[in-house]
């Protein structure tokens, strides 16, 4: 339900009997407000309810910019270029401008529609770059890589596209000790995206690598706080609180 409003959005209720252990996956394709959800599983029994397990997520929604609000869309400008994108609309331009060049309306065709370009004008010369950040998410998660014949941890990350690539973010290789360590790995997507966790055998049996805890946050990864100090999350994507292991015979 809605966490704000208390407003029951999704009963469901699968209606499995008579086994002792199975796996059911569900979409929550209802989900479609950017708000904060709290999700709750309650197990029905022939005794009763069982204990119940709760989680708040938060649906952000796809990520889209047209530049009407001055604030740029959360979008930066990069620091290490020689000069910065303009927002600007034709409607506005002035009557200076470079003739013959740059849009006489935005993408929809409305003059009064913004949009951002780069002026081009002295002192600009050949080659000067200006580069715009869009917003930043932190990919976290756990892993154990504890053996003599450990390979590799890859994390990729794949934009949806007519031919989707996987880019290399992140990446570990050998025997890291037996025990749990965070990976917190900043992306910069341009699009819907998933992010892909590759296990790779390495040279015999005792390679088993392990995952858990995959979170998916706005904002750019920040240390963990002190132990003696709760976790504050503001943001939360998506969080997976599970315990996938690549293993290898």
């Known amino acids: 339900h809605n966490s704000g409003q208390g407003l029951v959005l999704v009963p469901r209720s699968l209606g499995i009997l008579s086994q002792t252990r199975w796996w059911e996956h569900h979409n929550l394709t209802e989900l479609v407000k950017p708000e904060s959800y709290l999700v709750k599983l309650t197990p029905i029994t022939r ?3 069982g204990d119940a397990s709760e989680r708040i997520i938060a649906y952000t929604g796809q990520f889209r910019c047209g530049f009407e609000d001055s604030a740029l869309c959360q979008c930066a400008q990069d620091r290490g270029d020689a000069f910065d994108w303009t927002r600007h609309s034709a409607a506005s331009r002035d009557s200076k401008y470079t003739p013959n060049t740059g849009p006489s309306a935005d993408h929809r065709g409305d003059k009064g529609g913004h949009y ?13 770059k200006a580069r715009l950040l869009t917003p930043t998410y932190c990919f976290s998660f756990y892993y154990h890589m504890y053996g003599k014949h450990i390979g590799s941890l890859i994390v990729f990350l794949r934009q949806k596209s007519p031919s989707p690539t996987d880019t290399q973010v992140w990446s570990l290789n050998g025997n890291q000790g037996d025990r749990w360590k965070q990976a917190r790995v900043n992306i910069q997507p341009m699009s819907a995206f998933q992010m892909v966790i590759e296990g790779v055998r390495g040279a015999g049996i005792e390679g088993d690598i392990a995952i858990d805890d995959i979170s998916i946050e706005e904002g750019e990864c920040k240390d963990p706080p002190p132990k003696s100090e709760p976790p504050s999350r503001v943001s939360i994507l998506f969080m997976c609180d599970l315990n996938l292991s690549v293993s290898f015979s």
């Open 47 to 49: 005794f009763g309810e």
């Open 116 to 128: 951002l370009y780069i002026e081009t004008s002295r002192p600009r010369v050949p080659g000067d």
